[in-house]
């Protein structure tokens, strides 16, 4: 069995919660901001936003999700789905999306059924399938080395390289 992962260039910012919680927010960068690198000198906030996402990731594939939560996920996702097909060009991404992927009607038809037929037990097994274990995760990091390197190492082995490297090569 092979389970892959893809690689976004996402963007993510350290969040203040309340009661002094932190959280990461993030967005997937579209073409126009691939070209551009994220300055951010506040170093520690992302260390800590790196340890959060961590601990989320080790808490749902040791925990998982329990029936509360993930009805709670379900009816999110159903409040979400119908007004995602009322307009034309959401009508044309749906169907965009249909070809794409050689789906047919029955996605749309069967998807409330298939909502409800989530457990635990399937959240778990689709959390072991797609999710990475956090021991097997690479970090890219750009930043200057000097300020983020002792923060950084506890994650594991440091393979450092200057921005005007033609290639990276670990």
């Known amino acids: 069995h092979r389970t892959s992962a893809r690689l ?35 170093h520690q906030l992302v260390v800590e936003a790196i340890d959060l996402a961590l601990d989320v990731l080790e808490r749902l594939q040791v925990k998982g999700l329990d029936d509360e939560m993930i009805a709670s996920a ?53 959390i072991s399938d797609v999710y990475p274990r956090t021991d097997s995760l690479a970090f890219i990091l750009i930043g200057d080395a000097d300020r983020i390197r002792e923060a950084v190492a506890k994650y594991g082995e440091i393979t450092e390289m200057s921005i005007t490297d033609p290639s990276f090569s670990p």
């Open 8 to 42: 976004s260039l996402c963007e993510f910012e350290p969040v203040l919660l309340d009661r002094g919680q932190l959280g990461l927010g993030g967005r997937q960068l579209g073409p126009e901001r691939r070209q551009h690198g994220v300055v951010d000198g506040r």
């Open 74 to 126: 379900r009816n999110y996702i159903m409040g979400q789905f119908p007004p995602g097909l009322e307009t034309a060009s959401s009508l044309a991404r749906m169907f965009a999306f249909l070809e794409m992927y050689g789906l047919d009607r029955s996605y749309i038809d069967d998807y409330g059924p298939a909502l409800e037929g989530v457990t635990p037990v399937t959240v778990h097994n689709t």
